[in-house]
């Protein structure tokens, strides 16, 4: 089994995560956030990644500090877990459709950081979660990971249907590209031999 645990302590935030690159999707999160827990759920669902998460963060002030740590804390969980990433299919893309809407997921495993996010919002919050947070939480994921990820919406127009086929997205590239591919053994899927920079 591939695990990576972290436990992340600051003034700010105080957070565990665990994830099984090689789970079933199961799940058990707390952040403080409603719809933020909702979409870590469907993240760890749809790319088959157990994942145990639990923040508390010093939501009285705002909700940055629990939604950038957080996504910093699985980032590092799961390039824990990947190790030197010997076998693995590095790459992942994914549509997701969730009603009106189409999002598209492509993402690296590089270990070069870096986010292309094209995702217009409407509105300022979703449940009590703020908007403007979700870009955030995306990059401080891929840098903590050591991702190359590109999000895009295709179409859409309920907020609600855009944020949650990201996340989908996201899950179903992921876990495609954390696969062990048999036909790799288990070499470093890359001509310089190493991932990193």
């Known amino acids: 089994m591939r695990i990576g645990e972290i436990h992340r302590e600051t ?3 105080s957070i565990r995560v665990r994830v099984n690159l090689d789970g079933t999707g199961s799940y058990n999160i707390s952040t403080g956030i409603g719809f933020f827990d909702h979409m870590l759920e469907q993240l760890s669902r749809h790319s088959l990644i157990d994942m145990d998460i639990d923040c508390k963060g010093d939501l009285h002030i705002d909700q940055h500090h629990t939604t950038e740590d957080t996504g910093i804390a699985i980032g ?4 824990k877990a ?3 990433k010997r076998g693995i299919a ?3 893309e994914a549509h997701s459709p969730m009603d009106e809407t189409l999002t598209r997921c492509a993402l690296d495993i590089s270990g070069r950081p870096f986010l292309v996010y094209k995702v217009p919002l409407t ?3 979703l449940g009590e979660w703020d908007v403007e947070m979700i870009e955030h939480w995306f990059h401080s994921f891929a840098g903590a990971a050591g991702l190359t990820l590109h999000i ?3 179409y859409g127009s309920n907020n609600h249907h855009i944020v949650e086929s990201c996340y989908k997205a996201l899950a179903r590239a992921l ?3 954390v696969e062990i591919d048999p036909r790799k053994g288990d070499a470093i899927p890359s001509t310089k031999g190493t991932l990193g920079g």
């Not at 590092?76 to 390039?79: S, T």
Request: charged residues 35%; hydrophobic residues 35%.
């Open 152 to 154: 895009e919406l295709l």
């Open 175 to 177: 876990r495609t590209a």
């Open 11 to 13: 003034k700010e935030t």
């Open 82 to 84: 990947l190790g030197d």
């Open 76 to 79: 590092e969980a799961v390039a």
């Open 90 to 92: 590095r790459y992942g």
């Open 123 to 125: 509105t300022a919050k």
